[in-house]
């Protein structure tokens, strides 16, 4: 494994400096995203185990790809000077502590930006810093239930349905900081401040829902779970079971789509009823899934993909890797033998490189540190306790 300790020179946002302070979710995805735009993303972890999250070697953790680590105890005396020490050179500070947490270890806001005034001090948590819940622990599901987004995930009659953690933590925690704290970054560099970005998962997931609360008011989403038109209630907006167990995705919602899928289809799709009226639905829903079930998904994606059908297999993560249209863009890459995703999106003039593997902390993560202007001191007393 490499232990390069040259700093990232291309992507967007090559030369900004960013102090992750080691957490779990959200926070270390952030971090990531930044590192892959070209980022200088240090992240200071803890000496032990936190006992959080999900267990697993740190070769496959894939969010600290890019990044390189200290260990450091932030209560000791050592720990705390070596951590202001890097906010002070820093551009960028992310944690996702219970709010007051790192004011008690002489880390807050105010310590920093005292130190640095254009920090941009980027905080994610479930429920914000301030409000009744704002010290209750919590995960995902618990963040997008309050926000509104669980109840409309799951099918009719149906209690509704946890999804993987990629709306609470990822979209309504971890993009919605990383664009917040890159807005805070555009203020700094015009007025010299920085500031304070407290990015909730509960507003975060509560803003992706806008358009919902659109429909909502316009009368177009008000039926129960899994009877409208985006929550699998209309056949032509749902997933099918195809001849040899595996499934396909249709969605041509307009018409202009859903004739092409009907053409493709051919004299099996004749007698399916008008489509645009939801008492229709349950009957159009049963001959769909009778002419899916006819044949396999390789038959079907021989048919139908690259149509204007608005239709798509539905693969498993390792297979999307492998998908044509994946290959042909380099979507995913091999990294230390690992398949992931590459960085995202793309940039015509700044692309950034592909990063490295995650690497233990040691000796490259301390010349960055220097390479930032970090003192000798406090980067001696966080050498010893690297590996």
Not at 40 to 68: H, N, T
Not at 167 to 175: E, K, N, P, V
Not at 281 to 299: C, K, S, V
Not at 361 to 368: F, H, K, R, T, Y
Request: aromatic share 6%; with cysteine; glycine share 12%.
């Amino acid at each position: 494994m490499s232990t390069s300790s040259t700093l990232p020179t291309a992507g967007p946002l090559a030369g900004v400096k960013v102090l992750e302070i080691a957490g779990i979710g959200p926070g270390p995805m952030c971090g990531m995203l930044l590192a892959d735009l070209g980022a200088q993303v240090l992240r200071l972890d803890r000496v032990e185990p936190s006992g959080l999250g999900i267990p697993r070697p740190a070769r496959f953790d894939l969010l600290q790809r890019g990044k390189r680590q200290l260990k450091v105890d932030l209560k000791t005396a050592a720990g705390l000077t070596l951590a202001l020490a890097l906010a002070e050179h820093a551009d960028v500070l992310l944690e996702g502590f219970r709010p007051g947490t790192l004011e008690r270890l002489g880390l807050g806001p105010e310590a920093c930006l005292a130190r640095n005034p254009r920090l941009v001090y980027g905080r994610v948590t479930g429920y914000g810093q301030t409000g009744p819940l704002a010290q209750t622990a919590g995960h995902d599901l618990n963040y997008i239930a309050l926000s509104g987004a669980l109840h409309a995930i799951g099918r009719e009659g149906a209690a509704p349905t946890p999804p993987l953690n990629l709306l609470g933590d990822y979209a309504g925690g971890s993009l919605m900081l990383a664009f917040g704290v890159v807005s805070a970054l555009l203020s700094a560099r015009q007025t010299g401040c920085g500031q304070v970005v407290d990015a909730a998962m509960t507003e975060g997931v509560a803003a992706l829902m806008t358009p919902f609360y659109g429909l909502l008011a316009a009368g177009l989403q008000n039926g129960p779970r899994g009877t409208n038109t985006l929550d699998s209630g209309a056949p032509f907006y749902d997933v099918y079971r195809c001849a040899d167990g595996e499934y396909v995705s249709v969605a041509p919602i307009e018409t202009k789509f859903r004739r092409v899928l009907l053409e493709r289809l051919g004299a099996e799709a004749q007698d399916l009823p008008e489509m645009d009226d939801p008492t229709q639905w349950p009957r159009a829903r049963q001959q769909l899934a009778a002419i899916f079930a006819t044949r396999t998904r390789a038959q079907w994606c021989a048919l139908l993909e690259g149509s204007d059908a608005c239709f798509a297999p539905v693969l498993a993560p390792l297979e999307a890797s492998r998908h044509a249209h994946h290959a042909s863009r380099g979507a995913f890459v091999d990294i230390d033998g690992i398949t992931q995703p590459a960085p995202a999106p793309r940039f015509s003039a700044t692309p950034p490189d592909i990063p490295q593997p995650p690497q233990p902390a040691g000796a490259s993560a301390l010349a960055w540190a220097q390479a930032w202007g970090v003192p000798a001191g406090p980067l001696h007393a966080a050498a010893v306790r690297q590996p």
